[in-house]
Structures are given as structure tokens and as C-alpha cells.
């Protein structure tokens, strides 16, 4: 593919994935609203909420299959389409119950879409020979923090309803465009590390699939606090802290904001320290901000926890969907994406039943302890290498 193709391909992905923070940060941030509107306990929320998790896991098992039939470009362009109608629904609802069957539509479209443009993504990742996966992510946290924060600016004057179909027209305006763009690109050649000689992908061995799901919950420690507080924060902040609804939401800016220059700088990061190292560093530095955030009396000593944990968490996920593909290529990319993403989407009612048992701040903390784990295990493969 010519070197003008691959970087309209790269600009393509970076506004799908720059898209979708923006839509999924949009609603996150009127989670506050939308509960108050349904009369949902923090534990009939979770459940809701289990509904995007429910859609998504269903759907990421499914988009392999569609990626290798009607290739990942396309896939990529029909969630986003599905996306940005479903994100106007919630407000629509007046029960926990109605909501969690809107949000099960949500959730496919955000699974579908999070498993598609990941793989085309890596297939770049793999032509150009550069650590370049955080650019994308960081696209993603750009958009988060856009979504957020325009979020925090029109909570008190806009209803949810009015702010969420106008992210969706956004969405479909973005969408025709960045879609027309990648649909007139090459599929790329998939990223699979081992073939046969007649260039069939060779099966991963066991061992081979046991390190895959292993840096896939990697991902899945990280992404659960990406989820958190993406669901939760908000919420904890204005209940915990008396924060009003506007600055509530500056709490996710703030650690979208972090993540992006995390991300922004994930490249540099990874060429200088190594896989090991970044590991290392992000998951203590998670840790550490988490019981900050989550714990802290005060709303700006909160604020500055969230920020850390965003800077700390910001490389752990695309460095384990990285090593995942060196290892099993396509196949690798999709289980840990899968494992990432589910931890993403089944974070938020696990945190959900824990506050109720215990408190919102106790549940939040649950964040710190996954990021220990993914640091342990960051150690423990360390001398892990793609034959």
C-alpha cells in the first residue's frame, strides 16, 4: 500500500477511535441524571449497566468472524453508525429495567466497534514496524476527554435526552465522513506472527494461548478502571464529596486529560523504557492515584487522584493487546481485546454491588488493587518473547 494510503488509513482510525471516546465519555457523564430519572438503587444501576457489558461480550465474539468475512473496514463504519443511535436511548427510559435493555443495544455497537478498528489497528501497527498502538488509544482518551467535558459544560442547561441526540448527530457527521475515507483503503494483510508455507495461520500452540489470555487480563485489570471511573466517578464525587453535577463531571476530564498525555507520549515511552519497565511504572503509578481518588476527603485532592490514575493506567492496555498480537497475531489482538474490553464493561456493576455493600469510595479502591495485579503479572512475563 502506498505511504499516502497507510497514513489516511491511520488518520481514518484515529477519528473512529477519537469518535468513540467522545460518544461513550457523552453518556458516562449523564449517568448521574439518567439514574435519578429511572429511581435506580446504586445495585438496579449496576445491573443496568450490566446490559452494555452483556451486549458487548456478545458481540466481541461475534467480530472476529464478521472482521475476516466482510473485513474490519466495514465493520468498523457499521457499529459506528449503530453506536451513535443507540447513545440517544437511555435518556428515553423510565425504569432500570428499560434501561438495561436500550443499553444491551449500546453495548454491541461499543463492543463491535472496539474489536473492529483494534484490528485494523494492529494490521497497521505491524506494516509500518513502530510501537504506534498508543496513538490510537490516546485518540480515544482525546475524545473521552472532549465528551466529558462538554458534558460538564451543558449538564445544567441541557436535558440528557437533548445532549445525547446531539452527540449522536455529531457522531453520524463524523461517521460519513472518516467512513467514506477508510472504505476507500486496502484492507491491510492481517498481523499474524506464524504461517504455514502455504501462508495459512499456523494454530497457536497451548502454551502460546495461555500467555495470550494472560496478557489479556492485563488488559482486563486495566480497562476495569478505565470503566470505574468512567461509570462511577462522577457519581462519587457528587455524592461523596458534595461536588455539583458540572464539577462532578470535570472528574472525568480530568482523567481522560491524563491518559491522552500518557498515551501521546506512549511511543517515546516504549522505544526508551521498554514493555517490562512502562508496565511497571504505569501499574504502581495507577495504584497509587486510585486510593488517592478514592479515598481523599477533599474534591480537588480527588481530582489529582483521578489525574494519576489516568497518567498511570494510560499505556497498560495497548502494551498488553500489543504483546498479545506479537504472539498470536489477529487471533491474540482479539482475545486480549475481548478480555480488556469485558473488564471495562463488567467493572462498573461489580463496583455497583459493592458499593451497596460496603460504600462507593471501599468499591472504588478495588481499582487500585486490579492495577497492582496487572503490575505483578507485567514482572512476571517480563522474559516473555514472540518466537
Known sequence: MPGTDLVRLRLALTAFFALDGFVFAGWVVRIPAVKEQTGASASTLGLALLGVSAGAVITMTLTGRLCRRYGSHLVTVVCAVLLCLSVGLPPLTRSALALGVVLLLFGAAYGGINVAFNSAAVDLVAVLGRPIMPSFHAAFSLGGMIGAGLGALVAGSLSPTRHLWGLAVVGLSVTAVAGRALMRCEPLPPADVGRTEEGVPRRPD?????????????????????????????????????ASSGAAAVGYSCFALAMTVGRLSGTTLLERLGRTRTVLAGGSTAAAGMLLGALAPSLWAALLGYAVTGLGLANLFPVAVERAGALAGAAGVATASTLGYGGMLLGPPAIGFMADWFSLPAALTSVAVLAAVATVIGFATRHVHAD
Do not use: S
Not at 210 to 220: H, K, N, Q, S
Open 206 to 242: 497451548r502454551r502460546t494461548r495461555a500467555l495470550v489470555i494472560v496478557f489479556g487480563l492485563i488488559a482486563l485489570c486495566t480497562a476495569y478502571g478505565e470503566g470505574a471511573l468512567a461509570d462511577w466517578g462522577a457519581l462519587h464525587l457528587e455524592e461523596d464529596l458534595g
